[in-house]
């Protein structure tokens, strides 16, 4: 004779739902978006980011960005090296100053993914 106590009936409640047919991104484009997220995710760089976007070049020299934001040279080339090293910016060196240039397509993959569709609360089971 079996114990029900042993193995009780699960509530409605407590039942798992199954799961997506979806695959799981894969792990180094995952490790890539956590990057960029990771860059974005100063205050000052997320200005940086968009001085440089919203200049009528297109690209801005460094010599102008420290006053702009307030800023020591420093603090810019930290903040730059982590906006380069995730891939949101290229920089080009003209003469004695760095002149740094947003890369569209890199925003193009993060705001990819931010604009995943959300589940529909009429397809939840919980």
């Not at 407590?14 to 990057?35: F, N, S, Y």
């Not at 090293?85 to 004695?96: I, P, Q, S, T, W």
């Amino acid at each position: 004779m079996t114990d029900l106590a042993a193995h009780p009936v699960p509530a409605a409640e407590d039942v798992c739902c199954p799961g997506t047919d979806c695959e799981l991104l894969p792990r180094q484009q995952a490790e890539e978006l956590a990057t960029v997220f990771r860059a974005l995710a100063d205050p000052t760089r997320v200005r940086l980011l968009q001085y440089l976007a919203g200049s009528d070049s297109g690209t801005a020299c460094a010599c102008h960005l420290p006053g702009a934001l307030g800023i020591t040279q420093p603090t810019l080339s930290f903040h730059m090296r982590k906006l380069h090293d995730a891939g949101l910016v290229d920089r080009e060196k003209r003469g004695r100053w760095v002149h740094y240039t947003v890369r569209p397509d890199a925003l193009e993959r993060a705001r990819s993914y931010l604009a995943l569709p959300p589940a529909g609360a009429e397809t939840r089971c919980c």
